[in-house]
Structures are given as C-alpha cells and as structure tokens.
C-alpha cells in the first residue's frame, strides 16, 4: 500500500514555476514530509524536509497544510537540468523506525 | 566532503557466482542503509546498520544476502549465490541522523545476472 500518491508525469517550460502535489492521507504523527530528486545513473538526492506549514531553502519550497495530509514541492524558474524524477516520501524516523518507502516518483520533464 | 561512494559501478555475473558490492558512507556518519531497485519495481529498503550493528535487517530478501559493516566504516552486501531475480541497481545510504538532512545516497551498483 503506497504511503504516498503523486501525478507520474509533469511537462514544464523553462523559467516557469513548478508545483508537484503529492497526497499523504495516512500520514503518522510523527511522519516528516520528504523530497528526493533523482537523475538517471544516479542515486536519489535530498532536496527539503519539513513537518508543517512552509519551509524553503536554496534550491526550493516546501508547503504542508494544518492537517498534514497532503504537500507540494515548489521549483522556481526551472531550467533543462531540473529534469529529473521527484519522489515525495514520508520519513518516519522520528517514531523511531529509519526505512523510507519510494513509490513511482514524478518524472519532470522541462522543455526549452 | 566527500559523498557516498559504492564499487563496483556495474557487475555482470553468472547465476550461481558470488558477489560483493561495497559501500563507503560519508566519513562520520554512524548510519548507513542498503536499497535497492529491481528492473520496473520501486526502491526498496534493505537494511539499516548504526555503527557496526545491525538495525534493521527486514528488508533483505532471504538468507543469499549478506550484509556486513566491520569497524562501523565501510559497508560489503554479498550476494551467493546470485540468482537471476537479484539483477537491479543497489544503492548505499549514509546519514547522521540530523533531521532537516535527509539522508545521502551513493549512485548505485548496477547488478546484472545473466
């Protein structure tokens, strides 16, 4: 049973805000909401983490309602190198237990 | 700083032949995990060490797989003997742990057993 659901596929133009929603209904208390992009040849790379509300860093946004049961991974004007696949995870490390469950992951595609 | 580093990058072997990936987490990183992706299928956890221990070991698929971390450093999965079923790319994490961090991936072992 996946732990979280997210569209397969997204196309963007380059310069262009992107916004990937992932839905997390189950989510556990002690749950916190994970991004990970990967390039092909290579390993997933972590992007954001948050628990609730907004959290930003370098390379992008993260947006988590009061309920916590869904997220969107913001990019800012992205550009050809941004594509990639994202996955939007739950890490439960905070109850103790380190495993993180991939699903299928978005593939962004960014056209020029 | 150096990233997580995994050998070999590829491996083609014989069914029946033995294996060892290895893996060198991030220098002072207690916490090192083992994942893995079959052909089609998602990423799935292996195993988790802290240090030299083993914390989790559900996720290795049945008693071929063997996971070893001597000294709480670098990290060897064997496989023996390998079976067809076993190709995929195996991946090697490491982190400390620090929320807020997530955790660091190596760019895999590209396993194929012909």
């Known amino acids: 049973l996946a732990k979280t659901t997210q569209p397969i596929s997204m196309d963007s133009y380059e310069g262009q805000e992107v916004n990937i929603t992932c839905s997390h209904n189950?989510?556990?208390?002690?749950?916190?909401i994970t991004w990970y992009q990967q390039f092909p040849s290579q390993g997933p790379r972590f992007i954001i983490q948050?628990?609730?509300t907004k959290v930003t860093n370098e390379v992008a946004s993260l947006f988590i309602p009061a309920d916590r049961k869904s997220s969107t991974l913001s990019l800012p004007r992205v550009s050809l190198s941004d594509t990639a696949v994202y996955y939007c995870l739950l890490d439960p490390s905070g109850a103790g237990s380190y495993q993180l469950t991939f699903g299928k992951g978005t593939k962004l595609s960014v056209i020029p | 700083e150096a990233g997580v580093t995994q050998f070999p990058s590829h491996s083609v072997i014989e069914k029946g032949q033995t294996v060892t990936l290895r893996c060198d987490p991030i220098?002072?990183?207690?916490?090192l995990y083992w994942y893995r992706r079959v052909m089609g299928k998602e990423i799935k956890f292996l195993l988790h060490?802290?240090?030299?221990?083993?914390?989790?070991e559900s996720g290795m698929p049945n008693n071929r797989f063997l996971a070893e971390r001597t000294g709480g450093t670098y990290s060897t999965l064997k496989v023996q003997p390998a079976e067809l079923e076993d190709s995929g790319v195996y991946f090697c994490a490491s982190s400390d742990r620090g929320l807020g961090y997530g955790y660091t991936f190596g760019s895999g072992t590209r396993l194929t057993v012909v």
């Open positions: 189950n989510i556990a208390t002690n749950d916190y």
């Open positions: 948050g628990y609730k």
């Open positions: 220098s002072g990183h207690d916490n």
């Open positions: 060490f802290v240090k030299e221990s083993k914390q989790d």
